[in-house]
């Protein structure tokens, strides 16, 4: 089932390379070239997921995804995209509410994976678990008789 990107990063030819990618994967695409226009898209338009680049001027993608997760509206998956593939900023972005990370540069495979993982954990229909299986009966004692 196609599901809808949004991919906000201010570089366009990463906008473009995800967008390639994930279109050829079925997925619908929109873009965002800073965090103030990634807001107002995501207002718009329903996101399965958000894209979001960590640097970027005027609004960081940081300050983004603390704006995103203070609205209830607004608790679309995050991967955070980003050059700073450092510990500390990896723990913030997950701190923070990202639901996962990816370092650029980046391989077409590698985006493809990681958007697939975090797009399969959408909720799914409860099935009912089966229902019990009775236990099998105790063994019964065979009718005795006595004879006088």
Avoid at 1 to 12: Q, R, T, Y
Avoid at 48 to 72: A, F, N
Avoid at 122 to 138: I, L, R, S
Wanted: net charge neutral; charged share 20%.
């Amino acid at each position: 089932m196609p599901h809808s990107v949004l991919v906000i990063d201010d570089d366009p030819l990463i906008r473009d390379f995800v967008d390639l990618v994930l279109s050829q994967s079925g997925h619908r695409v929109s873009a965002a070239p800073n965090g103030t226009i990634g807001l107002e898209a995501l207002s718009h338009v329903r996101a399965d997921l958000v894209l979001l680049d960590i640097q970027m001027p005027g609004m960081s993608g940081l300050e983004m995804l603390r704006l995103m997760r203070k609205h209830r509206k607004l608790r679309t998956p995050v991967m955070m995209i980003t050059a700073r593939g450092d510990i500390d900023t990896v723990k913030l972005a997950l701190n923070e509410g990202a639901n996962g990370y990816i370092v650029k540069p980046f391989t077409a495979a590698d985006l493809s994976k990681r958007v697939n993982a975090l797009l399969s954990h959408e909720p799914k229909a409860v099935t009912p678990p089966p229902a019990p299986v009775p236990a099998p009966a105790a063994p019964r004692q065979p009718d005795t008789f006595e004879i006088d």
